[in-house]
Every structure is written in C-alpha cells, then in structure tokens.
C-alpha cells in the first residue's frame, strides 16, 4: 500500500514538473487578464513619471547645470527607474489580494507547479512595466530626446531594465506575501521610488554636500543609471556596467530566496 502510495506521489510531482512551462502560462495569461480589466494602473504607472519628465524638463531643466546639452537625455534613465519602482507595487497589491482571497491555497490544492503563481505575477510585472516604459521613451521622444545608441547598445539598455525590474519584483513578491495589509503591501515601494532622487538621476553628484554625495555614489541606482545614460549615448560604460549588474543579480538572488521562503511559510 506504502510502495503504492509512493508512486503515485512520484507520478504526480513528475507531471507537475513536466507541465512547469504550461502551467506558469496559465497564470501569466490569468495575471495579464487582470492587467487588461484595470488598464488604468499602467496609465497611473506612466502619467505620474512623465508628469515628472515634464516639470524637470520645462521649469528645472534651465536651472540645472549636467555638461550636456539636452537635459531629457540625462534624465530619461532616472525616470525609466522610477516608473519601474512604481509599477512593481501593483505586484506586490495584486499578490497580497490572492492571498486575502484565498487563491493560494486553492491552486496548492490543484495537480501545478508550486512556484508557478509566483512566476505568473512576476512575468505581468515584466510586460506591464515594459509596456510602461515605451509609452515613457515615446512622450521623451517628443520632448527631444534623441540616442546615437546602436542596436547592442539598446538591446543592453533592455536587458539592464529588465533585470531591475526583476529583481525589484521580487521584493514586491515579499511584500505581497508577508503584508497585513494592502497599505503594508505597497508602502515598501515609496523609499524605492524616492531613491533616484538620492543619485546621479536628476543632477551630477557632484555638486551634492560630501555625506549625501558619498550615499549617492555608492547606491545602486547611480551605477544603474550611469549605465544606461552612457549606453543611449554611445559613450564607453567603464565600470559602472559591473557594479549595475552586480546590484542587480544581487538584489535578484537575495529577494527570490526569501520570497520562496515567506511563500513556502504562507501555504
């Protein structure tokens, strides 16, 4: 009876590993179905960094002394963030209704991939925000925002914002998970969108008194930043392209471990 037992426990987490790709569509197809019901969370993601853009641009841009000689360029990577840190709140509020509802529990109880609900609100954080930041690029665009940057080069710019997005993501995934309420599951966001503010976003560090121009240079937005300013460009990226990559990857690799952790607590 044991030896029966077994093999159909066997047989079951077998399939449940064959069917990981299927069933992780699923729940990406049932995250974007939430997305498209509620098209205005992307549009509340969009309008407040392009809101932002616009006041930077037109009313502080004169005032502000960056060595180049179109400010939107220096701008755009430290609003593309932004939008980012923003987005992935709805994650994180999207995540915590599941639980609230009890979906959780009620797909462990299905034939699926644990892991697969997860990667599902993680997949529509990666396409809601991609959508998000082209509208942004458009609207900079039209403000005058022009990049010398090759195909490699853009396709760098992708890859580095993709990973951001990843790796913040997953910090919404805790938050979402461990929250007591949905104002707990989205304040997690607010230091991280303030964050660029701290940084080489909006102007050169250098002219920032020493203490906060030392946080500044050694917080992983400004090396972020610097990255994809100097690939859009077509400037060398030195250094700052490792350190980019390394908070990322870093801040990827801590966050998934404990999201798995808080989600294995939760069910």
């Not at 755009?76 to 509802?101: E, H, N, W």
């Not at 082209?134 to 992708?158: K, Q, Y």
């Not at 997953?170 to 304040?187: E, F």
Request: aromatic fraction near 12%.
């Amino acid at each position: 009876m044991g030896m029966i037992q077994t093999g159909q426990r066997n047989d079951s987490e077998t399939r449940i590993q064959n069917h990981f790709f299927s069933d992780m569509n699923v729940m990406l197809g049932r995250s974007m179905r939430h997305i498209f019901r509620s098209v205005d969370t992307i549009f509340t993601v969009t309008l407040t960094p392009i809101a932002m853009m616009l006041l930077f641009v037109y009313v502080f841009g004169g005032a502000i002394q960056t060595g180049t000689g179109n400010y939107v360029n220096y701008l755009l990577p430290g609003i593309l963030l932004i939008a980012i840190s923003s987005g992935i709140a709805y994650t994180a509020y999207r995540l915590f209704t599941d639980v609230q509802k009890g979906i959780i529990e009620r797909f462990r109880s299905m034939p699926i991939a644990p892991s697969t609900l997860l990667w599902g609100h993680v997949l529509t954080s990666l396409v809601s925000n991609a959508l998000s930041l082209v509208v942004i690029i458009l609207v900079a665009l039209l403000m005058g925002f022009r990049s010398p940057a090759g195909i490699l080069s853009w396709l760098a710019v992708i890859g580095i914002l993709a990973l951001f997005t990843l790796a913040l993501t997953w910090v919404a995934v805790i938050a979402g998970l461990s929250a007591k309420s949905i104002d707990g599951a989205t304040a997690f966001s607010y230091p991280l969108i303030f964050l660029p503010f701290i940084s080489s976003a909006f102007v050169p560090t250098k002219s920032m008194p020493f203490v906060v121009r030392v946080f500044a240079e050694n917080q992983p937005v400004t090396a972020i930043v610097e990255t994809i300013r100097a690939l859009l460009s077509n400037q060398p990226v030195s250094h700052n392209i490792w350190i980019a990559l390394a908070w990322c990857i870093g801040i990827l690799v801590v966050a998934y471990i404990f999201a798995m952790r808080a989600y294995q607590k939760r069910v």
